[in-house]
Every structure is written in structure tokens, then in C-alpha cells.
């Protein structure tokens, strides 16, 4: 549980400093998160634990992400009409940045941390 609480807050954290900072992943952000999750899924040392803390970790880390984006419609800041307008447009920002390839790119770094774990540690 801990495990998957820091994961997910590290992908938070290296998608919010892309995202707010470029608005887009590059190369580097992209190395980082594979790498953490290696990192992840070596910690975990079992398939079914590095697939499920995979998806429970980028589950909190997109919601940690999203809420940090819609914190001005949260506390009011924006007018009524725009604030369901930053909705729709993080949800797609947020979308268009982590499908297909993110994803799958962060899966795989999972299950090569894994099986690297039962390789070398078992």
C-alpha cells in the first residue's frame, strides 16, 4: 500500500511538472517515469502485485493530477461557463498525454521491474 501511495505521487509529480510546466512529455519526463516504474515494479517482486499496484498508482496519480489542474474551478475562481469548459479541457489534456503510449510504456517498465526482481532476487 505504501509502495503504490509513493508511486502514484511520483507520477503525479513528473506529470505535473510536464504538464505545467511544457504542456507536453518529452523524451526525459517520459525516461524518469519508465524508470520509477522499474524502480516499482522490482520493489514489488511478483507479476500480479507490479500489475496492480501499476494500475492502483497511476489511478492515484491521475486523480492527484487532475485535482491539482481543476484547483481554480474547485475554489471558485473561475465564472460558471469556463469552469465546466477547464474540466473538459484537462480531462483531454490529460488524456491525450497518458493514452497510448504513456501507458503502455509505464506498464511495461512494471512487468520488466518484475522480472528482473524474480530473476535476480529470488
Same mark, same amino acid.
Given at each position: 500500500?505504501?509502495?503504490?501511495?509513493?508511486?502514484?505521487?511520483? $507520477?503525479?509529480?513528473? =506529470?505535473?511538472? &510536464?504538464? !505545467?510546466?511544457?504542456?507536453?512529455?518529452? /523524451?526525459?519526463?517520459?525516461? @524518469? #517515469? +519508465?524508470?520509477?516504474?522499474?524502480?516499482?515494479?522490482? $520493489?514489488?517482486?511478483? =507479476?500480479?502485485? &507490479?500489475? !496492480?499496484?501499476?494500475?492502483?498508482?497511476? /489511478?492515484?496519480?491521475?486523480? @492527484? #493530477? +487532475?485535482?491539482?489542474?481543476?484547483?481554480?474551478?474547485?475554489?471558485?475562481?473561475?465564472?460558471?461557463?469556463?469552469?465546466?469548459?477547464?474540466?473538459?479541457?484537462? /480531462?483531454?489534456?490529460?488524456?491525450?498525454?497518458?493514452?497510448?503510449?504513456?501507458?503502455?510504456?509505464?506498464?511495461?517498465?512494471?512487468?520488466?521491474?518484475?522480472?528482473?526482481?524474480?530473476?535476480?532476487?529470488?
Amino acid at each position: 500500500m505504501t509502495l503504490v501511495l509513493l508511486w502514484g505521487v511520483s $507520477i503525479a509529480s513528473v =506529470f505535473a511538472q &510536464a504538464v !505545467f510546466q511544457r504542456t507536453t512529455l518529452t /523524451i526525459y519526463d517520459q525516461a @524518469i #517515469l +519508465f524508470v520509477i516504474c522499474v524502480a516499482a515494479g522490482a $520493489i514489488t517482486q511478483d =507479476f500480479p502485485k &507490479a500489475i !496492480f499496484g501499476y494500475i492502483g498508482a497511476m /489511478i492515484l496519480g491521475m486523480t @492527484i #493530477l +487532475f485535482v491539482l489542474a481543476i484547483i481554480p474551478v474547485l475554489t471558485g475562481a473561475v465564472a460558471p461557463p469556463g469552469d465546466q469548459f477547464l474540466i473538459v479541457l484537462w /480531462i483531454s489534456i490529460l488524456v491525450q498525454q497518458t493514452f497510448p503510449t504513456t501507458i503502455l510504456l509505464l506498464f511495461a517498465g512494471s512487468i520488466i521491474g518484475a522480472g528482473l526482481a524474480e530473476h535476480y532476487w529470488y
